[in-house]
DNA sequence: TTGAAAGCGCTAACAG
DNA sequence: CTGTTAGCGCTTTCAA
């Protein structure tokens, strides 16, 4: 008895009735006699009957698995993973199961992992680019699946590209710190390689045109940004206010102002917004992405995508949002405000 | 030509040998001559033939997906996403694939995504439970699929399981503050009916035994957290020390401490660690859980699972590790060293 | 070493 | 409303 899984024959059997009615009863059609109906439900919990949902989708016409796979940079990481959990709201109020890996700026895994998710046929795919060139999902991927990236743009493959408005976002800190006074404003950025870090220079720049401050890049990590703020610092014509571009670069420059006691005196705007900011001394002022936003819009775009939309690809920015918390409003000078 | 994606006999037949012949030749079988061999991948290659995963499941012997289940409370959290993050790296090293989801406390939802990954023959299923009873678990599930729990133990299920030292952690806490002197220590804890606040208000309450402090629990939120920590301080033979029992909380003392100027003369210390503990003033004391190596010990036991280890099910306790950065090390009187 | 035939569990198409 | 037949894309068995 014990010989694998019940087939739906097996519940056939057992109910006394058809294969092809066993199949109507777990697929919910209406077209079946009530008493039937009954028999092959008991017939379904004695045997404890589960549908084999591959077989069924071989055979099945619209070839839909009910999955859709999610590459991101590092599941781990918070802004991952609350993106990660709004695709999964979206996904589930659609009855959509998610597939999910993480990158880790690794170009093959990229490749490899797109490959595996192809061979399980998910319906649709939702990307965080990271190799050079996506023009291998043109190969790997059965043309009728979509693709919606989200974070990075992508190359050499078409599809809708969700992003965060790095650029906009840091202009806009730019900005209010010119509001509140400064007119020397540095920049610490990180990987001037990345999208995301070449848009929010730019940003920057571009928002300070005619006066730019001192800007230092590539810094990987807390210790570097100190270093590199201390130096800042301690320098000629020291800036009155700092932007840094991600958030261990943030953390970097808060200790650096801490240790050198200007932590209420120079002003900081973080990219990325720090958790606990406001428990800090003082609060950090930060331009805050909005993941969950991110991951929701980019789950609609491929669920459109699924349902058959075919106009040209479409790039959408998520704005993000400046929260003044304290360390941004530190006054510049005798034009400051307030 | 475009009749759907090429299937094994399309490569059959564009590369001159027989169906069985391109199987061979797909899963790396040696046992085919060479020229055959090329022809075949040619023709792989051109067609841009991908193997169908369900297709060769359905007639496969061994019945593997290589997709194993995942479902925590919230992938979003920075708890269950480096758990996440774990599981999908020891995955990764055997090939297999995750399929993910979140249950918010809902025992139904729990269910329910079970059935689904189940539908879909996962080869294992890591689950953080929820409800109050996993007994579906043996109707709904195939019998041979292993299941391990993680974070909180099951019921009605057998199934490895893989749990953080709360209550030692708990213990370690209050003693590290005895040992500071402290005799008056107070918890602020969270919900009572979890099997975590359970344990960490145990592990308390046992390092405590002779001469228990004030202990408030099911506080929710920061606020209520807050307001609890300044009634405390302000009441007859106030704590000298708190041990807070979940994140949220610890962000509410914090609150409570800074607002009546005691955070540099009240210790305390936090399970769970908080982001940025070490920039606070003072820096956070905190007894810090290890969600990766949970997340890869229970990888691991499902690994040793799938592979036929047949022994009574394991319970297994990560231990956590108590940081120490300022806030825990605030002397309690005469007694107290350092 | 290669191939032909059968069939995994299910649904589509077409009868009854 | 119900049943029969064929076959999805692949691997198995067995024969050449």
Same mark, same amino acid.
């Given at each position: 008895?014990?010989?694998?899984?019940?087939?739906?024959?097996?519940?056939?059997?057992?109910?006394?009735?058809?294969?092809?009615?066993?199949?109507?009863?777990?697929?919910?059609?209406?077209?079946?006699?009530?008493? =039937?109906?009954?028999?092959?439900?008991?017939?379904?919990?004695?045997?404890?009957?589960?549908?084999?949902?591959?077989?069924?989708?071989?055979?099945?016409?619209?070839?839909?698995?009910?999955? %859709?796979?999610?590459?991101?940079?590092?599941?781990?990481?918070?802004?991952?993973?609350?993106?990660?959990?709004?695709?999964?709201?979206?996904?589930?109020?659609?009855?959509?199961?998610?597939?999910?890996?993480?990158?880790?700026?690794?170009?093959?895994?990229?490749?490899?992992?797109?490959?595996?998710?192809?061979?399980?046929?998910?319906?649709?795919?939702?990307?965080?680019?990271?190799?050079?060139?996506?023009?291998?999902?043109?190969?790997? =991927?059965?043309?009728?699946?979509?693709?919606?990236?989200?974070?990075?743009?992508?190359?050499?493959?078409?599809?809708?590209?969700?992003?965060?408005?790095?650029?906009?976002?840091?202009?806009?800190?730019?900005?209010?710190?010119?509001?509140?006074?400064?007119?020397?404003?540095?920049?610490?950025?990180?990987?001037?390689?990345?999208?995301?870090?070449?848009?929010?220079?730019?940003?920057?720049?571009?928002?300070?045109?005619?006066?730019?401050?001192?800007?230092?890049?590539?810094?990987?990590?807390?210790?570097?940004?100190?270093?590199?703020?201390?130096?800042?610092?301690?320098?000629?014509?020291?800036?009155?206010?700092?932007?840094?571009?991600?958030?261990?670069?943030?953390?970097?420059?808060?200790?650096?102002?801490?240790?050198?006691?200007?932590?209420?005196?120079?002003?900081?705007?973080?990219?990325?917004?720090?958790?606990?900011?406001?428990?800090?001394?003082?609060?950090?002022?930060?331009?805050?992405?909005?993941?969950?936003? %991110?991951?929701?819009?980019?789950?609609?775009?491929?669920?459109?995508?699924?349902?058959?939309?075919?106009?040209?690809?479409?790039?959408?920015? %998520?704005?993000?949002?400046?929260?003044?918390?304290?360390?941004?409003? %530190?006054?510049?000078?005798?034009?400051?405000?307030?």
């Amino acid at each position: 008895m014990t010989e694998g899984r019940p087939t739906m024959n097996d519940v056939a059997r057992h109910a006394g009735v058809s294969l092809k009615t066993v199949s109507r009863v777990v697929n919910g059609e209406t077209t079946v006699d009530p008493e =039937l109906v009954a028999r092959v439900r008991a017939a379904v919990a004695t045997l404890h009957y589960r549908p084999h949902l591959g077989a069924s989708l071989l055979r099945r016409n619209d070839r839909r698995t009910g999955t %859709i796979g999610l590459l991101l940079q590092d599941v781990g990481d918070p802004f991952s993973a609350v993106l990660h959990r709004a695709v999964e709201d979206a996904a589930r109020s659609r009855g959509l199961l998610l597939l999910t890996g993480s990158l880790d700026e690794d170009a093959d895994r990229e490749r490899e992992q797109a490959r595996a998710f192809a061979r399980r046929h998910t319906d649709g795919l939702i990307l965080a680019p990271v190799g050079p060139d996506q023009g291998y999902l043109a190969l790997d =991927l059965p043309p009728d699946i979509p693709v919606v990236f989200v974070d990075r743009p992508a190359r050499g493959f078409a599809g809708d590209t969700v992003l965060a408005g790095d650029e906009a976002g840091a202009g806009e800190a730019v900005r209010h710190l010119l509001r509140h006074g400064h007119r020397r404003i540095a920049y610490l950025g990180g990987d001037r390689r990345s999208a995301t870090g070449r848009d929010r220079q730019r940003g920057f720049l571009r928002a300070l045109a005619d006066r730019p401050g001192p800007v230092v890049h590539d810094l990987p990590d807390p210790p570097a940004a100190e270093r590199a703020a201390i130096l800042l610092l301690h320098g000629p014509d020291p800036p009155t206010a700092i932007v840094t571009g991600r958030r261990p670069i943030t953390v970097g420059v808060i200790r650096a102002l801490r240790g050198l006691g200007r932590h209420r005196s120079v002003a900081l705007v973080g990219l990325d917004d720090l958790p606990l900011a406001d428990l800090l001394d003082p609060a950090v002022t930060a331009v805050a992405q909005d993941p969950a936003r %991110i991951g929701r819009t980019a789950a609609d775009a491929l669920f459109e995508r699924i349902d058959g939309r075919d106009d040209p690809p479409r790039e959408i920015r %998520i704005p993000t949002a400046l929260i003044p918390r304290g360390s941004g409003e %530190i006054s510049g000078g005798p034009t400051g405000s307030s």
